[in-house]
């Protein structure tokens, strides 16, 4: 991990190891011109009333006026990489040489039984795995990986019918029934135990998390019937909820025990896979905008007395999810997936986890070749301190740095949102990430009036490191997530081929053309990876015998299985 980085830059971390510190604490004030001033008991209490974490928030609120936060390095572009076949590598064609004794030490070293010989070519003293061996590989090692998912946020903005609308108001009206009633379902509820699946007659399905705890249950039978071994777990899951919703996810998981798309698989493997791990992020208080000037205050909205409970971004799971990233470290867990859960093509990659394995590298990134839909978020770069970096669309690097690029045919990477991270690295430098993941502030104008917001974004953890690897995926095999119901209506292919589907005259942005792709790659999903198949208009959970079959037949494709 990199040294350079300037110390004390500001962290949620830093605020909760240092809780126990004194403070003289300003005092806050409102946003209004008038500002009326209330002590730090007074605000705590309110703080507290509002399920706001308020020492944290004020630690934070601390460290910003010391002017800790104002050295943090912004990520600007130098230029967009291509695959270089060393640290970006197009998956596609995928491989890794070795010499061929370390290659053995390695496997021995992994708990791999294979011969060397099942898994890679050899010629020489070298050997060389090619996706099918890295693949073989990973499935060998999921007793070694476990999985992590992001599942803090509400549907809130997912079914926003003005978000919706403004999507493309067309196809709202066409989606217009079917949205009201999973609107009515999810509105208000955690993103993660609403539909993710919308079955063909437009009724709704399991939920993105029900889908993949079944698509983790579905790899540990793999896992067994290609390795023989039936004593181990396959990959394990963890996840971060919110103060918020943890209860009601919590209830959740427990009715999901009897779930059709997950009781028999639960029972005859016998792992119960909706018990897992989890830490809740806490809330933490909004701030003064930034117009009011220094010293910042807590906001405590129009009245004075109304502080904002909000999310400190998804980068505060290092912290949150510290215990749990040493223990599954100390239970003898490798590898650490971390993802969003409304991208219900993020499932463990095994491939990804076959190259991390064999090259002892710090983490790997999925980033997918970007097509007309990915406008929002970040895409590779090298910054101007000439590291591989993720810097968002807009603040990093304009539009039209990225069209002049792809009318020259430069391929860009997109964030998938998606890690890998090794855990003898993580667990060795958690402390060091948590103290110096930078902290961003930003400005908002909202119904509940003008205030800034703290966050820390997981992504920025790659200008952090040394030695990783992005991983160039196809997107519609490994990033197919929605944002907006009406993304998941889509995806699903729900009325694709209604006369009334609105189309567009440019093939790069007719919304039938990029349905069309994404249904085929989440179908693929659901019958490869979710294990289900469609009879009639509904999709239902393949049996077990049937998955087992399957994950014969791989096994032998993958020439790990006779």
């Known amino acids: ?46 703080l507290k009333n509002a399920g706001i974490d308020a020492e944290l928030t004020f630690e934070i609120l601390d460290r910003y006026n010391a002017g800790e936060f104002d050295n943090q390095p912004a990520v600007e572009m130098d230029e967009i990489p291509g695959i270089d076949g060393t640290s970006v590598i197009d998956m596609q064609d995928a491989r890794w040489e070795m010499d061929k004794n370390a290659a053995v030490s390695r496997l021995k070293a992994l708990g791999v039984t294979k011969p060397l010989k099942l898994l890679a070519q050899t010629e020489g003293n070298r050997a060389v795995f090619t996706r099918r061996g890295l693949t073989a590989l990973g499935y060998l090692l999921y007793p070694k990986t476990a999985y992590g998912v992001l599942n803090g946020g509400s549907a809130t903005s997912y079914v926003d019918e003005k978000k919706n609308s403004s999507f493309n108001e067309k196809l709202m009206e066409l989606y217009r029934e079917p949205f009201e009633e999973i609107a009515g379902m999810a509105r208000g ?47 394990i899951m963890f ?47 909004a701030y003064t905008h930034s117009d009011l000037g220094r010293p910042r205050q807590v906001f405590l909205g129009r009245d004075g007395k109304s502080p904002l409970p909000l999310p400190g971004g998804h980068g505060q799971n290092f912290a949150v999810l510290q215990d749990i990233y040493r223990e599954l470290h100390a239970e003898g867990r490798l590898f650490a997936y971390l993802g969003n859960v409304d991208n219900l093509a993020n499932l463990p990659y095994p491939a990804g986890v076959g190259l991390m394995a064999l090259s002892g590298r710090e ?61 003898d690295y993580l667990t060795r430098e958690l402390s060091g990430i948590i103290r110096n993941l930078p902290t961003r502030f930003s400005d908002q104008d909202k119904d509940a009036g003008r205030y800034s917001q703290a966050e820390q974004v997981t992504w920025e953890v790659i200008g952090m490191l040394e030695d990783f690897f992005i991983f160039g995926v196809d997107k519609y095999e490994r990033f197919i997530a929605a944002k907006l119901l009406l993304e998941s209506f889509l995806a699903n292919g729900l009325h694709l081929e209604h006369p009334q589907f609105p189309g567009d005259p440019d093939p790069a942005k007719d919304l039938q053309t990029v349905g069309r792709k994404l249904n085929r790659g989440l179908e693929k999903l659901f019958l490869e990876e979710y294990g289900l198949r469609q009879e009639g208009k509904q999709w239902i959970p393949k049996s077990f015998e049937e998955l087992q079959e399957e994950a014969r037949l791989l096994g032998r494709n993958l020439g790990v299985l006779e």
């Open 363 to 423: 983490a790997g990134f999925e980033f997918s070749f970007k097509t007309p839909v990915d406008i929002k978020g970040g895409i590779l770069i090298r910054d101007t301190r000439g590291r591989l970096n993720c810097g968002d669309i807009g603040p990093a690097i304009s539009k039209e740095q990225v069209a002049r690029a792809e009318n020259a045919g430069k391929p860009i990477l997109f964030n998938c949102a998606t890690g890998l991270f090794n855990l």
């Open 189 to 235: 509820r955690a993103k993660g135990i609403t539909p993710a699946c919308i079955h063909p007659d437009g009724s709704p399905g399991p939920s993105y998390m029900e889908l993949k705890m079944r698509g983790l249950l579905i790899r540990e039978l793999i896992y067994r019937e290609i390795s023989g071994d039936n004593s181990s777990q396959g990959p």
């Open 1 to 46: 991990m990199r040294t350079e980085t300037t110390s004390r830059e500001g962290s949620f971390a830093d605020a909760e190891q240092d809780r126990a510190k004194p403070r003289d604490i300003s005092p806050m004030i409102t946003e209004k011109e008038e500002e009326k001033e209330m002590d730090k008991p007074a605000v705590t209490s309110l």
């Open 239 to 285: 996840q971060m909820t919110s103060v918020n919703n943890d209860e009601e996810v919590a209830a959740a998981y427990r009715e999901y025990r009897n779930s059709p798309f997950l009781k028999d698989l639960i029972e005859k493997l016998g792992t119960d896979m909706t018990r897992c791990r989890s830490g809740a992020q806490p809330m933490i208080g």
